[in-house]
């Protein structure tokens, strides 16, 4: 079978403009799908948060309005067929939207939708006492009984529902929480006819759409070498063209902003990534340890190598729930010695606010933070206060907010207005494994039921399994001769739950030794520690990747509870990767003298 199926990924969980979808089936060839992630831990809970107060759907309502609507006619008279997870906690009432924007314009539109996943209101039937959160080992069971209110339970479910439904001839699916890549996994599965124990395809297809559900973090977006990635403002949306032997070319548009390379596709592959040998999700056990990629063309990369090592009985549960309030707010500093002004400032605002508390009988804050940007220097500069504080009471919390405008003119000389304080929930994040037999899964067409199977019981690939080896650290560095990280590699970070990774690729292999001899579980947990101001070295665990002259570090216990939770300023990881570029790595005089003769980067 010489078919080559095109998908684009418009959007990813509500970051991207509208331009996704409109650049797509306006400079893209023919395009088969277009796939939307829309979803997140943060924001199912969210979604749940808003379902449970009257003030929400349950599912993306700009998706149907801003991204389908104006996009309705053209998709079907081009046969472009859509998947997306937009669906969230409600994928029926996503469904009838789309349903009544297509009556409204006078078009026939085919809906299918894949549900089950959702078990917010059957918490009770799936956590006991010995549920275990996956990230921590801690009980489930307690962050439940102690929470201010469950948002959301749900199941990440796979991909064979999503291929039923376009076996049964539906113009758009609509899920509730699929895991991310089955939004593409599924349209492959439809169309080439892959079972559930072609393992190694389930793994390519798996790793097609884990690099394009992002959307335009693989064509250039956060990229390492910002400065190589032009036009920002019009950078293109990725489109993979896959073929029925698992084999994928990463692209984008001509005329398109952005870049395709070996190093934005490198750091995709590994972005949000744990081990990547086993790369869990619904369907299929993945191993991304020898992918191998080869730049074709401009703006055209070769992936291959994916293994299927089989698929687990289980699903991943993620559990959002609210506990406690936290108040924020920043405010800017003017003049000499700014910093330390603002440094005081924070201080002042926390004692001041506590002393309030005491007197109004309620209890102290739990945890409090205060951040200074900028500031330092001889002479008059600006420095911007952020202070965070966490508090089992909204009234508590407001008190901060309220008081926090005391500050231009009660304290530091320079301050003045805020650039803005808010009160929210503090939203955290549980996860566990789930049997699989335990999710009743359902597909229907325009209403209709659509048969399908999903395997519940666990299966191993008949290949054997050998851990990568780590690479053998350089023996000829010369401690004296140092280059920062970012001259020998690229690199990038996630979160995902409370732990991130930090993907350091090799811009060459040769490259490698140095870089592992300099980089150590040991002294990137100190080095996090110490830049993270966490007082100690973190737990990091380090995975080889050699198709890829890659090194995998996991930093454990390190995201304060996860991405809502957090108080930290970057509470999605996203620059964790950029604080480890200047560290210093030894290299031989050769390498040394050949980088400063800008033999590279």
């Not at 990813?12 to 403009?17: I, P």
């Not at 902003?257 to 972005?271: A, D, M, P």
Request: charge should be negative; glycine fraction near 10%; aromatic fraction near 6%.
């Amino acid at each position: 079978m010489n078919k080559t199926i095109r998908i684009g990924a418009a959007t990813a969980f509500f970051n991207d403009s509208r331009m996704g979808i409109a650049q797509l089936l306006a400079k893209a060839e023919r395009l088969d799908y277009i796939i939307f992630d829309f979803l997140a831990e943060s924001v199912m809970g969210g979604l749940g948060r808003g379902l449970a107060a009257g003030t929400g759907s349950g599912f993306a309502t700009d998706f149907v309005h801003g991204y389908i609507a104006p996009h309705l006619p053209t998709l079907l008279d081009r046969r472009t067929r859509i998947v997306a997870n937009a669906g969230g906690l409600n994928p029926a009432a996503c469904a009838d939207a789309i349903r009544a924007a297509a009556d409204k314009a006078g078009l026939k539109v085919r809906v299918g939708v894949v549900e089950g996943d959702n078990l917010t209101e059957r918490a009770s039937e799936f956590i006991d006492a010995a549920t275990a959160d996956m990230f921590d080992g801690t009980s489930v069971q307690e962050k439940l009984q102690s929470a201010d209110r469950l948002n959301s339970l749900v199941a990440y479910t796979g991909a064979f529902p999503i291929a039923a439904a376009l076996a049964a001839g539906a113009d758009i699916v609509v899920t509730g929480r699929a895991v991310d890549s089955a939004l593409a996994l599924g349209p492959l599965i439809h169309e080439f006819g892959w079972g559930p124990d072609d393992f190694d395809l389930l793994a390519a297809g798996t790793l097609a759409g884990h690099l394009l559900e992002c959307s335009a973090q693989v064509t250039g977006g956060t990229f390492t070498d910002w400065r190589d990635v032009p036009d920002w403002a019009g950078i293109g949306m990725p489109v993979g063209e896959c073929r029925a032997d698992g084999s994928l070319i990463v692209t984008k548009p001509e005329g398109t902003g952005g870049l395709v390379s070996v190093g934005t596709v490198s750091e995709q592959l590994l972005y949000e990534v744990s081990d990547p040998q086993r790369y869990y999700v619904a369907d299929v056990i993945c191993d991304f340890s020898d992918v191998k990629l080869v730049q074709l063309g401009p703006n055209r990369v070769e992936v291959s190598g994916a293994r299927g090592l089989g698929r687990t009985d289980t699903y991943k549960a993620s559990m959002t729930y609210d506990q406690g309030w936290r108040a924020t707010a920043t405010l800017p500093i003017i003049g000499l010695e700014a910093a330390a002004k603002a440094k005081r400032t924070g201080e002042e605002l926390f004692a001041r606010a506590n002393t309030m508390l005491r007197d109004s009988q309620l209890p102290p804050f739990e945890r409090t933070r205060c951040d200074v940007f900028g500031g330092e220097g001889s002479g008059p500069t600006t420095a911007i206060c952020r202070i965070v504080a966490d508090h089992a009471d909204q009234e508590g919390a407001q008190l901060l907010v309220r008081e926090q405008g005391s500050a231009i003119s009660h304290m530091s000389v320079g301050t003045t207005l805020g650039l803005g304080a808010a009160v929210r929930p503090v939203q955290r994040i549980a996860g566990f494994l789930l049997p699989k037999s335990a999710v009743s899964q359902r597909a229907t067409v325009e209403g209709q039921p659509v048969a399908f199977a999903v395997p519940t019981d666990a299966k191993a690939a008949p290949r054997p399994i050998s851990m990568p080896a780590m690479p053998a650290p350089a023996q000829d560095a010369d401690p004296a001769l140092c280059v920062p990280l970012i001259k020998l590699a690229w690199a990038r970070s996630g979160d995902k739950g409370n732990l991130f990774n930090v993907a350091v690729i090799a811009r060459d292999a040769a490259f490698l030794p140095y870089i592992a001899a300099a980089l150590t579980q040991k002294s990137v947990g100190e080095h996090y520690g110490r830049v993270l101001g966490q007082g100690g070295p973190f737990c990091v665990e380090l995975f080889s990747v050699p198709g890829l002259s890659a090194l995998n570090f996991v930093v454990m216990n390190s995201m304060e509870g996860g991405v809502l939770a957090s108080t930290w300023i970057d509470p999605v990881a996203k620059g964790m990767a950029q604080l480890l570029l200047d560290y210093p790595v030894a290299v031989s005089p050769a390498l040394y003298h050949g980088l400063h003769d800008g033999h590279s980067k």
